[in-house]
């Protein structure tokens, strides 16, 4: 890559300041944890409303930066070494983005890595369970007549829930007291229950840390722009 105003992606989605980093998103709880990351830690940035629809996210323009088809992406013109980075899956730009800006990956060596380690069970376990939990409670999977795929979901994501539960019953955030991209990766994840209605199948209400967790993280005014950063509507 050369230049930002060279990529495909420019000839859709236009930078105006083509300085600063670009974030190619949508609202989901993956796509906000990006802009809620760069909302946290102050980074210039210009987000671009790329949709879930296969003309957007199949388009060759959108291919050129992600080949896999998901939200979020971004280009930083101003990489490692000055040169132009793109780069895509949200837990690896949440670790980029706080190695970049110093913020939010905690004080000491083993911090760091004690907030990879949660950033990696939300990548690996917990959106992808309550993903699929609200596909098979929201959308076609509700249609599906067997009820094993839903209850399959519906156990797992109880599961990982408890493991939450029991971490966050001595801790303000997930390392700590640190609030960090740990923090960023799990609520909005948490936050997806109450969208896919699934909060009384998964026994929400009968939780106390995770609520009152939750609670912690909207209050907070870089999550209350950057979770609904690009709008859903327009």
Do not use: C
């Not at 992406?73 to 670790?95: F, H, K, Q, T």
């Not at 960090?180 to 998964?202: H, K, M, N, R």
């Amino acid at each position: 890559m050369t230049s930002l105003t060279d990529h495909p992606i420019n000839s859709r989605w236009p930078a105006t300041n083509p300085d600063v980093i670009q974030l190619y998103s949508f609202p989901t709880p993956n796509g906000v944890k990006v802009s809620i990351a760069l909302e946290e830690m102050g980074l210039p940035y210009e987000v671009h409303r790329v949709t879930l629809s296969a003309a957007d996210v199949k388009s060759p323009e959108f291919l050129a930066l992600n080949p896999n088809n998901k939200i979020p992406a971004i280009i930083d013109p101003n990489g490692p070494d000055g040169a132009p980075l793109e780069l895509w899956e949200s837990g690896a730009i949440l670790i980029y983005l706080a190695e970049k800006s110093g913020k939010l990956l905690g004080t000491t060596a083993a911090q760091k890595y004690e907030i990879i380690k949660w950033v990696m069970f939300q990548m690996g376990g917990l959106g992808p369970m309550l993903g699929q939990l609200g596909y098979f409670s929201k959308y076609a999977g509700s249609e599906i007549e067997d009820p094993r795929p839903k209850e399959r979901f519906v156990v797992e994501a109880k599961r990982l829930l408890a493991v939450l539960e029991k971490h966050l019953s001595d801790r303000v955030w997930m390392v700590g007291e640190e609030y960090s991209i740990a923090d960023i990766a799990i609520a909005p994840w948490l936050a997806a229950l109450d969208f896919y209605g699934t909060q009384e199948a998964v026994g929400w209400h009968d939780l106390t840390h995770l609520p009152a967790y939750l609670d912690r993280f909207n209050t907070r005014d870089a999550v209350k722009v950057g979770r609904v950063t690009p709008p859903r509507e327009v």
